[in-house]
T-cell receptor, first 111, second 115 residues
């Protein structure tokens, strides 16, 4: 039962353009959502989060949007930079429960 | 550097064998989490310990076990290994017990290959 789904295994974007990574979830009890970024040979690192009481959270070039009615969240990166090339994991939690991760999307920024 | 240390980084072993993966959390973190990442899969939660006690259990096989010691380091024991156990095993730590605030700090992972 995949409660958090990232349906795009990979995404290629030109440098300077906007990267949009998508994530869908099925558990309506999820109330906290996060994005993690992972470089090769490193562990995932926390990028940005959003509580279910909000629909947008912005941190520099990164913005996360939450659409609760559609059970969908997205991460926007603008402008995209070569250093943004990594695997991005969406994660969600319900209350004090464990984080549930999606399968990840490999983002490649082309110069 | 997340401050979470995992050893070994790479491990190759045969089916039927037993291995132990070790994790040292960030200084001051009381919770340790173990995740498994198989090929093209997301991070699957295995188990969480908080201050020495098991706090939550995920999709952990009976052949796997873990513990957290008084000095807060943790070990994940994998026995009767099968080919399908080949994966990246991540340890993460957090200060509190809930671990849902985003502040999970991950180690670099231990890559296990079962031949």
């Amino acid at each position: 039962d995949q409660q958090v789904k990232q349906n795009s295994p990979s995404l290629s974007v030109q440098e300077g353009r906007i990267s949009i990574l998508n994530c869908d979830y099925t558990n309506s009890m999820f109330d906290y959502f996060l994005w993690y970024k992972k470089y090769p040979a490193e562990g995932p690192t926390f990028l940005i989060s959003i509580s279910s009481i909000k629909d947008k959270n912005e941190d520099g070039r990164f913005t996360v949007f939450l659409n609760k009615s559609a059970k969908h969240l997205s991460l926007h990166i603008v402008p995209s930079q070569p250093g943004d090339s990594a695997v991005y994991f969406c994660a969600a939690s319900a209350g004090a429960q464990k984080l549930v991760f999606g399968q990840g999307t490999r983002l490649t920024i082309n110069p | 550097d997340s401050g979470v240390t995992q050893t070994p980084k790479h491990l190759i072993t045969a089916t039927g064998q037993r291995v132990t993966l070790r994790c040292s959390p960030r200084s001051g973190d009381l919770s340790v989490y173990w995740y498994q990442q198989s090929l093209d899969q997301g991070l699957q939660f295995l188990i969480q310990y908080y201050n020495g006690e098991e706090r939550a259990k995920g999709n952990i096989l009976e052949r796997f076990s873990a513990q957290q010691f008084p000095d807060l380091h943790s070990e994940l024991n994998l026995s009767s290994l099968e080919l399908g156990d080949s994966a990246l095993y991540f340890c993460a730590s957090s200060v509190g017990s809930s671990g849902n605030t985003g502040e999970l700090f991950f180690g670099e992972g231990s890559r296990l290959t079962v031949l």
